[in-house]
């Protein structure tokens, strides 16, 4: 028999806080971040996370933003201790604007009135968009998430709106519509070197044939020579 139990609910991590206002601006891919500058001359966006996949996207990012006037930082597994701090302590004062993060740095961000969170590119793993999200809303207040989506992250989108369960809206209400819908995906890099090395080996089976062929011109010409 229980004496004074206590019913603790913990919310399944796939469910979006629900005050949260959900957006996707659909829009090709060259165009992600004059869309992102368009976006951030909004005054009120003055402290705003961006998620990126990588950390070379981050780094050319934050670059990108400070070359446009906007105080931004990059924030990965890359940078050390202290530069991850010293960044994630000038974006808690607000003192950096705009911070780039990948999903693995900014597990430990967490700003109770942050309301501003830009997925520049779509997750691979759906869940990973909850916990992205989720950075703001705390406490109860106001949060709002942009993600950016181009034609190849269309799979993406449906993935995540499968896991939370509804329809995010969609705009192209702005400067930089999708345009591009069948976009040519680009070889991987990998595959040119993979053909390069097969090529390579070929050529290097072929030389001890070209020795073998030396080696018996030699021997004819000693058998003339007797």
């Not at 705390?138 to 509804?166: M, V, Y």
Request: with cysteine; glycine share 6%.
């Amino acid at each position: 028999i229980l004496q004074q139990p206590v019913k603790v609910e913990i919310t399944p991590s796939a469910t979006t806080v629900e005050i949260i206002s959900q957006q996707v601006f659909m829009v090709d891919k060259g165009n992600k971040t004059p869309l992102l500058l368009h976006l951030l001359k909004n005054p009120d966006m003055n402290q705003v996370l961006v998620f990126t996949r990588t950390k070379h996207g981050a780094d050319r990012l934050a670059k990108a933003l400070t070359k446009s006037h906007i105080v931004a930082e990059a924030i990965h597994g890359n940078k050390s201790q202290n530069a991850r701090q010293r960044a994630l302590g000038n974006f808690k004062n607000m003192e950096t604007r705009v911070l780039v993060a990948t999903d693995i740095a900014a597990r430990g961000i967490d700003i109770e009135e942050m309301q501003w969170v830009v997925n520049y590119e779509l997750p691979e793993v759906p869940e990973t968009y909850v916990h992205r999200i989720g950075r703001t809303g705390r406490a109860g207040a106001d949060g709002t998430a942009f993600s950016f989506c181009d034609a190849l992250e269309k799979p993406l989108l449906r993935d995540i709106e499968k896991l939370i369960g509804q329809r995010i809206p969609t705009t192209d209400n702005h400067p930089f519509p999708l345009l591009d819908h069948n976009p040519v995906k680009k070889e991987k890099q990998q595959r040119g070197r993979s053909n390069h090395r097969t090529t390579k080996a070929t050529e290097e089976k072929s030389l001890p044939r070209e020795k073998s062929s030396k080696k018996h011109s030699g021997r004819t010409h000693r058998n003339i020579s007797v």
